[in-house]
């Protein structure tokens, strides 16, 4: 099947995913590295600016918040204790409970060990929510309005002024750089791909990291402890992070309907899956303007079962994408979703248990953090799953065990009532199992980029070298079998535009090689069309660069082979050219001076037939190749001399259905065979005539030498020299002899060759 790479009409019923012509077109033009305009770099570097002041604009805000410098714990009936702190104030009040929080201008603020979670995103609780998040917005605005000190009010009665001093960037919390460097990290890479594939679905996907890159610095925002948190901080995070959760969702449901092929429906596929974010934007932020005052309505779950509604449906469209064309790109797109939807239902499932538990708050947010770099991990890996990014991969892989050994500890606790450290133990055993055990599987499976075994490999391009060794002139044949039993893809195709070396298009679906052979001086040719192998594994996984330079190595290995035997032939050829000058110049000469001393004219005569047939041997030596009409010409010219010399009668029959070229092996075979047979009739079965016959229909040849002469019983022969050498260069053609009773009297010798290709 061969395809060209240019613009084409669509299929019924969406885009052919099998290339973007432009795209194509111009991966394969640059033959140089792809060089920005100055417009991108420069868009780049003021991208990069204003990440990285908005980066430090957060810090500098938030070491700017007010803040009692005192580190505090959850008590076991959910009360809040003094652990330390570096005030001599509170010297003397480490593990006394703190009741409340006043100034002179306003009443006491109680509060409790709800103080200390600051990611009301994942309570499930909305009563419990909306009592965290009023605790957090009181103390926020009694530190902001305080005159620099705060009464702490302790249950033995003990009051305490302290003073209230801004954070500083010392204690932001250690979680906090990493977060804020990851959401950087997701903004940036969001403004490269943007810069540098602007269409539609790229935009959806951006708009996926940049959703992602904002739960990042949410969470980074609320990694610092203590007492003292930004005035609105609190109360936006469940609407905002709600919001990005379900943007996601929606995103990736639209860019699942889109891409690697666009469905049908994907239109109605679109407005359906925004219907969820848009009424949770009208209603948290509409109604309530983001503000605590709504936060006891019933919001989370609903909101929650819309993200899993979402993924669920994002699911089921990869899987329809697959379905309809199965790219492997859209399977891997289905797992990698699928593992995002179970750790988002795992993460869901935690966050329910963890309302049974005092200290499940804490559980639930590693874990809940855990599952947002998994997430990252995730975004940052899919445009590179064709190429080597083992260091993603395994980060990706480490962050997922994690979440689900953090998940695991806390379920055995709430649910089954485990002590911490058991729960702890049995957690990290299962999460050590799940990553020696599965590791290799879930690389393969989720990511689709299994790579082939050495001994296979191996086996299959050694085998395909030996069949190109022996012809040559198959290599695009066998070259396109050994690359559809290397990477077994659904379809193979023959375009006009060749790249330098094997590239990997389409996100990994397609692998582009360029067919190179080799030319007569076994240099390598500049190839003139290349291969397009689509959806590896019959769809079941993606190619890699790794598979780019296994297909760069397989070309140069049969065109070496290609060229060893080009090498190999023109040295044969120029050894039998200087025998035939040897036999032509040496024994020609002498056998002429023979002639002309002859001492009988039959003598005289025998030399002059010993002359035309070393000339006809030495003609055939010199010779590159025959065609078969001329050999059969010369085979009868041949034989007529011979048999009419010894009063014999030639009968002679050649039919053929194309003139191919014989090899000098397959001609000498030929010739040896023929004078063989003939000469055995002349010199053991006194025949008085000798009919030959000679066809080729398609690939079968057979040849007929039958006589009238006495031989009688072949069985019973003894096959010497000449018989044995009948049998060897027949079976160099790949045939079978068989000699058999001419009737009554006489002998035929049948010569079948099946599978005759002439000179490859």
């Not at 979680?175 to 460097?181: C, E």
């Not at 309505?297 to 994002?314: I, K």
């Not at 445009?383 to 055995?412: I, K």
């Not at 396109?480 to 990994?508: A, C, K, T, W």
Request: aromatic share 8%.
């Amino acid at each position: 099947m061969t395809a060209s790479a240019r613009p084409g009409p669509e299929r019924a019923g969406g885009g052919d995913s099998l290339f973007e012509a432009s795209a194509f077109e111009r991966s394969l033009n640059s033959r140089a590295p792809r060089r920005w305009m100055s417009w991108h770099r420069r868009a780049l570097a003021v991208a990069a600016v204003l990440g990285c002041l908005g980066l430090f604009s957060l810090a500098r805000w938030l070491a700017a918040t007010p803040h009692i410098d005192a580190d505090w714990q959850a008590g076991p009936s959910g009360e809040l204790i003094l652990r330390s702190s570096r005030l001599p104030e509170l010297a003397d009040h480490r593990g006394r409970v703190l009741q409340g929080v006043a100034h002179d201008f306003g009443p006491v603020q109680a509060v409790d060990a709800l103080l200390l979670h600051r990611w009301p995103r994942w309570q499930v609780n909305d009563t419990l929510r909306a009592r965290q998040v009023a605790q957090h917005e009181a103390v926020a605005h009694m530190l902001e309005a305080a005159p620099g000190s705060v009464q702490l009010r302790f249950a033995d009665g003990s009051e305490v002024e302290v003073p209230v001093k801004p954070r500083g960037y010392g204690t932001l919390g250690a979680a906090f750089w990493p977060l804020a460097g990851l959401a950087l990290l997701l903004y940036l890479f969001a403004v490269v791909l943007m810069l540098a594939r602007p269409r539609p679905r790229t935009a959806l996907y951006v708009l996926m990291a940049l959703c992602q890159a904002g739960n990042a610095a949410l969470m980074a925002a609320a990694a610092g402890g203590g007492i003292g948190a930004p005035v609105g901080m609190m109360a936006g995070d469940l609407p905002w992070r709600m919001a990005l959760d379900l943007c996601t969702g929606a995103a990736a449901l639209q860019l699942y309907a889109l891409h690697p092929r666009r469905l049908p429906h994907a239109a109605l596929v679109a407005t359906v899956g925004w219907t969820l974010p848009l009424l949770w934007v009208a209603l948290a932020f509409g109604a309530y303007g983001g503000s605590y005052a709504g936060e006891a309505l019933p919001l989370w779950w609903p909101a929650q079962a819309g993200c899993l509604a979402l993924a669920v449906g994002a699911l089921a469209v990869a899987g329809h994408s697959h379905r309809v064309e199965p790219n492997p790109y859209a399977l891997v797109m289905r797992r990698l979703a699928g593992s995002a939807f179970g750790g988002f239902l795992l993460i869901t499932v935690v966050a329910w248990a963890a309302g049974r538990l005092q200290s499940g708050a804490a559980i639930t947010g590693v874990a809940t953090g855990l599952w947002y770099l998994v997430a990252a991990f995730l975004l940052l890996l899919t445009p590179f799953l064709a190429r080597s990014r083992q260091v993603l991969r395994e980060f990706a892989l480490l962050a997922g065990v994690s979440t689900v050994a953090t998940s695991l500890d806390l379920l055995f606790v709430a649910v089954f009532s485990l002590g911490t450290f058991t729960s702890l133990a049995i957690a990290v055993f299962v999460g050590l199992a799940l990553y020696a055990g599965a590791r290799q599987w879930m690389l393969n499976h989720l990511i689709g980029t299994s790579v082939l075994t050495t001994e296979r490999t191996f086996d299959q391009l050694y085998r395909a070298a030996r069949e190109v060794q022996a012809r040559p002139s198959r290599y695009p044949q066998l070259l396109m079998q050994l690359l559809r039993d290397l990477f077994e893809p659904l379809e193979l195709l023959r375009v006009d535009r060749v790249p330098v070396r094997s590239r990997v298009i389409g996100g990994g679906s397609s692998l582009v090689v360029p067919m190179r052979a080799a030319e007569e001086d076994g240099s390598a040719s500049t190839p003139s069309t290349a291969l397009v192998l689509r959806f590896a594994q019959r769809g079941q996984r993606l190619f890699t660069l790794d598979d780019a330079r296994l297909a760069d190595r397989v070309v140069d290995q049969l065109r070496r082979a290609v060229a060893y035997d080009l090498a190999v032939e023109r040295g044969r050829s120029e050894e039998r050219q200087r025998i035939a000058q040897d036999l032509h110049d040496d024994i020609g000469a002498r056998l002429l001076t023979l002639m002309y001393q002859a001492q009988s004219p039959e003598m005289e005569d025998y030399i002059r037939h010993t002359l035309l047939d070393l000339k006809t041997l030495t003609r055939g030596l010199a010779a590159s190749e025959h065609r078969l009409s001329h050999a059969a010409g010369e085979w009868k010219a041949d034989l007529t001399q011979r048999l009419t010399a010894a009063h014999v009668t030639l009968g002679w029959s050649f039919a053929s259905d194309r003139d191919v070229p014989l090899s000098v092996v397959q001609w000498s075979a030929l010739t040896r065979v023929l004078r063989e047979l003939v000469s055995n009739t002349l010199y053991h079965g006194n025949a008085t005539r000798v009919d030959v016959s000679f066809s080729l229909e398609g690939k079968l040849l057979t040849l007929q030498v039958s006589d009238d002469g006495n031989g009688r019983n072949p069985q019973a022969w003894s096959h010497g020299l000449g018989l044995g050498g009948v049998r060897k260069r027949v079976k160099v053609l790949g045939g079978e002899v068989s000699w058999n009773e001419n009737g009554e009297r006489g002998i035929v010798c049948a010569v079948r060759v099946p599978d005759f290709q002439g000179r490859t």
